[in-house]
């Protein structure tokens, strides 16, 4: 530990750790076990990796889910004199081959990469040649099925350590309940009475505070008053890309110059953005949830959530920016009526035509395995064919995986490699083992290089594609040539078969499209959270720390700040939404739209959740009907339109009538916030979903 010391204070200027810091770090250098981290946003969980790296003798594989975030941290890094970088797409081939050069050279300290680069087989290869002496897992709750963000490409981290011998793995997290922890903890070997490693997630400067709006025009005239008051930088938390630019465009003529932020802008734009906050005294950005990974900027005096945020994971991390010097901060949240149906919209987007799952299952279970006995599958081409969001179809995959133990995820591979030539071109010339000659004779010509279809030229030279592919690594890693892979196709081990017969197969899918619809509720009950947290009678930061598994983390269970704290009850908000759906609208979608198979379909394009069905028939955001029945509950909308599609023998009838007026843009205050009925549907969140990205 002495040297985790020197490190500490010559390489990052502190003279002493925080919190777990030190015990997470002995855990690591001393005991050499794996560990997991749990602690809050902007706790210094960084710091309990980059430490450990520069005293082991091996490289340090970070992975972090976001580009920017990586970016950051790997700037960060470079000015003290580390040696770190990270891998991704936007790299010229130039800076790729520098930074694989370094790392299979041993000089490398640390190394970001995102899940995905998991997949690439060029990169798996030059990883069993380097030492991992620690690799950390960031976001680590993305592993959880059960969490609120997982995401299958995760699953890939823990065979990928078990599989290249990783010394040590160090999950990290601000954000998981303790299923998710559990999770966690059981995926990567973690003993979960030494190994996990938590620190309260209670800051008493916070003060939470939570008002109704009833319209958008009421919200921001109580957000006036707020930014005029304010005495350090804001962040103004949004749902969609759109909110930010109406917020700010709002707010201008008030004497404020608010900044924008969303992953619809320009990467430059954005580091600008995010250069000039950081530099503000009185800064206000507006902002969606893609705004603060990696943003340490300690005097942010007031997080403002305009729009709910689906999910108490998603408000704790975002509160956790603000006051990071412990000097006071106010978070506010607004809970509005006219938020939910977009939040619905998120969670109601994936779930998919049962018999859509059915046909894809079918694919799945008789496609005949390669001669490594996997099978191997364009993921992209078939949520096209089955109209199964991407997303929602790797999570279908995950659950044979995880669930009936079918298959197994292994390394997928790129169909096509683009080669360009980079020293030494004449070895690859002058190679003329069986496979370089085979590649010789099919390759294509392609401006600067060269391109080949491995998949096809297998088939034809009735070779292994591996082998093909290994050979194009060998040249990569020997420095001759850079390489573009395109065309992922993902793979799979058979574990056990899969059901051949049509019972069989739609006994399964039965299964799947059950814990799809599962997930679903899920998804819709994590905003029930949020409402149920914003409006109980119990103090704020103490029912937040409940939630997370922390029961005493607030003292006495009051922190005298919050809304409750201060008025003695809990605000008064009651979801609605309406239950009779207008038939005139009904009937246009239906004049619309002449598919008659599937109900749901109908009631996404009323709804305004896209689906590559519907992108493809032209009947989603460019179409004027899109949305155009978005504050119905969404299962009255199933409901009506399975009705319609039941007349119709479930069959596509010719459309009748052709909606032509051009779609025109609506603002957020054009939508209805009036209800007729309680809300039957739970409030809802998760996914993408309708009227504009919301990241």
Same mark, same amino acid.
């Given at each position: ?15 002493? !750790? ?45 992975? #972090? ?94 065979? !990928? ?69 304010? =005495? ?83 408000? #704790? ?28 919209? !998120? ?103 060269? #391109? ?110 919050? =809304? ?8 008064? !908000? ?83 009538? =052709? ?14 916030? #009036? ?21």
């Amino acid at each position: 530990m002495d040297k985790a010391h020197d490190v500490l204070k010559n390489t990052f200027g502190f003279t002493s !750790f925080r919190l777990a810091q030190e015990a997470v770090i002995h855990r690591l250098l001393v005991d050499n076990e794996n560990a997991l981290v749990l602690f809050p946003t902007g706790g210094g969980k960084s710091l309990t990796y980059q430490v450990p790296a520069l005293c082991l003798d091996g490289l340090t594989l970070v992975i #972090s889910p976001l580009i920017a975030l990586m970016k950051d941290q790997v700037d960060a890094l470079v000015r003290r004199g580390v040696k770190a970088a990270n891998m991704d797409s936007t790299l010229t081939a130039d800076r790729m081959s520098w930074v694989r050069n370094e790392v299979l050279s041993g000089a490398m300290k640390i190394l970001y990469v995102a899940p995905e680069r998991l997949n690439n087989e060029n990169f798996v290869a030059m990883m069993r040649r380097v030492k991992i002496s620690l690799m950390a897992v960031d976001e680590s709750h993305c592993i959880s099925q059960w969490g609120a963000s997982f995401r299958p490409e995760y699953l890939k981290i823990a065979r !990928f350590a078990e599989e290249l011998d990783v010394e040590r793995v160090l999950c990290l997290t601000a954000t998981a309940t303790k299923t998710v922890a559990d999770d966690i903890c059981e995926n990567f070997f973690i003993n979960p009475a030494e190994g996990v490693f938590k620190t309260p997630a209670y800051r008493s400067n916070l003060a939470f505070r939570v008002e109704v709006a009833n319209t958008i025009d009421e919200k921001l005239k109580r957000l006036i008053p707020l930014l005029q008051a304010r =005495t350090g930088p804001v962040i103004i938390y949004v749902t969609l890309q759109r909110h930010a630019e109406e917020v700010a465009k709002y707010l201008r003529p008030h004497n404020m110059d608010p900044l924008v932020y969303h992953a619809g802008l320009p990467s430059e734009q954005r580091e600008k953005v995010q250069v000039d906050f950081m530099e503000s005294a009185k800064g206000i950005v507006c902002a969606t949830i893609a705004f603060g990974m990696g943003i340490d900027k300690a005097d942010i005096r007031q997080v403002i959530h305009l729009f709910m945020p689906k999910t108490l994971e998603n408000y #704790s991390q975002e509160v956790g920016r603000a006051g990071r010097d412990d000097l006071p901060s106010v978070c506010t949240m607004f809970l509005s009526n006219a938020d939910i149906p977009i939040l619905e919209g !998120f969670a109601r987007g994936d779930t998919c035509n049962k018999k859509d799952i059915q046909l894809w299952l079918q694919e799945v279970a008789l496609r005949e395995p390669a001669s490594d006995g996997t099978l191997d599958f364009n993921l992209y081409q078939q949520a096209k064919t089955y109209d199964i969001r991407s997303n929602v179809l790797n999570l279908c995959y995950a659950q044979l995986e995880l669930d009936y133990k079918h298959i197994r995820a292994v390394t997928p591979f790129y169909s096509i490699f683009d080669m360009t030539p980079v020293r030494d071109w004449t070895k690859v010339m002058a190679d003329n083992t069986p496979m370089a000659k085979i590649i010789k004779q099919y390759w294509t010509s392609k401006s600067g290089g060269y #391109s080949i279809d491995v998949v096809t030229t297998a088939k034809h030279a009735k070779v292994e594609r591996s082998e093909l592919a290994k050979k194009i690594s060998d040249w990569e890693l020997g420095g001759y040539i850079n390489t573009k892979a395109s065309q992922v196709r993902a793979r799979y081990a058979v574990l056990t078969p899969l059901p051949k017969t049509t019972e069989g197969i739609q006994q399964l899918a039965d299964l799947l499209y059950d814990r799809m619809l599962a997930r679903e509720d899920e998804a819709v009950q994590k905003l029930g959270q949020v409402i149920k947290f914003a409006t109980g009678d119990d103090c704020l930061p103490n029912a937040l720390a409940e939630y997370f598994g922390d029961e005493d983390g607030v003292p006495g269970g009051m922190c005298g700040q919050c =809304t409750f704290c201060l008025a003695g009850s809990g605000v008064e !908000f009651s979801p609605t939404a309406e239950s009779k759906p207008d038939p005139k609208k009904i009937k246009d979608i239906l004049d619309a739209c002449p598919e008659r198979d599937d109900p749901r379909l109908l009631a996404r394009m009323a709804f305004g959740i896209t689906s590559p069905r519907l992108t493809y028939g032209k009947w989603s955001s460019t179409h004027p009907l899109f949305g155009s029945m978005d504050t119905v509950d969404f299962n009255v909308l199933v409901e009506a339109f399975d009705k319609e599609c039941k007349k119709a023998g479930y069959q596509s009838v010719a459309v009748t009538q =052709t909606v032509t007026p051009a779609a025109k843009k609506r603002t957020y205050s054009s939508y209805s916030s #009036s209800s007729t009925s309680n809300y039957r549907g739970k409030p809802g969140g998760g996914g993408r979903g309708k009227r504009g990205r919301y990241y």
